[in-house]
């Protein structure tokens, strides 16, 4: 399968005249994000009481051996208030939101809530997205299923809620970032690398 863009994501803004040039520019550097082929990228809705312009995608990693089934979520929110937010210390917000499915040894290990936020520090600087006023949370969860509920009897979900301020109208880096977290979260390979399935065990120890 072929990275794939979010195409066009930003097109419904493009006719309204007052836009602002800065939401523009954004809105046309997330369209032109590329996208892993595990990962399905869409426009959806966005909250309208948070700023006078703003921009929202999901993300869903879909399920190997199930492409009905995502294995983890995310959503992307750009918040845009052209007269600057004090809350923010600028005028460009990303806020994003991701739950997925995890090891369920992570639940018991005390370090990993300090490495999952170190996914999105780490993602940030490495895609060159400047950014300030960060925070967030990670939180774990652990469930057991009982009686005739179908599923594993025994998971462990990860959930992590971000947001920081953009230094610059390139918010594609941003959304490039936020989908490398949501990439570890769900344990995808880097991108490039493809996991060996069992048939390609099998003919690798006949050679």
Do not use: K
């Not at 921009?55 to 199930?66: E, I, K, M, Q, T």
């Amino acid at each position: 399968m072929e990275p794939r863009n979010l195409a066009n994501a930003g097109e419904p803004a493009r006719d309204v005249p007052d836009v602002p040039a800065a939401f523009r520019a954004a809105l046309e550097s997330l369209a032109a994000v590329v996208v892993r082929p595990e990962i399905e990228l869409e426009p959806i809705p966005a909250p309208q009481r948070l700023a006078p312009f703003a921009h929202a995608v999901a993300a869903n990693v879909l399920d190997p051996d199930d492409p009905e089934d995502d294995i983890a979520s995310a959503r992307f929110i750009v918040l845009f208030d052209p007269e600057g937010h004090e809350a923010w210390n600028g005028t460009m917000r990303c806020v994003g939101y991701l739950s997925a499915e995890t090891d369920e040894e992570l639940v018991d290990d005390a370090m990993f809530s300090e490495v999952a936020w170190s996914w999105l520090t780490d993602a940030l600087a490495e895609a060159g997205a400047g950014s300030h006023t960060v925070g967030g949370t990670v939180t774990r969860t652990a469930s057991t299923r009982f009686g005739e509920l179908a599923g594993p009897e025994h998971s462990v979900d990860v959930e992590m809620r971000a947001s920081w301020t953009a230094e610059d109208t390139d918010l594609g880096r941003h959304l490039q970032a936020w989908l490398e977290v949501l990439g570890n979260a769900a344990g995808l390979p880097p991108p490039g690398v493809r996991l060996l399935g069992p048939s390609d065990r099998v003919g690798s120890e006949t050679l």
